[in-house]
């Protein structure tokens, strides 16, 4: 991903987590705000142990 090589953090949104009718996604600010990661996927799709 050129994104994360350039530096930038990167956030993978899947449109399945968006569909809920009230998708929690009260983690986001804390991300933007203050996580070190440079990538996260929300939710995180089956199959992957790990963001």
Do not use: H, K
């Amino acid at each position: 991903m050129q994104l994360l090589m350039d530096g930038w953090r990167v956030i993978e949104l899947w449109e399945c987590g968006l569909r809920t009718p009230a998708p929690d996604l009260a983690w986001l600010y804390e991300f933007i705000r203050g996580s070190e990661l440079p990538f996260i996927a929300w939710p995180v799709p089956e199959g992957r142990n790990s963001i």
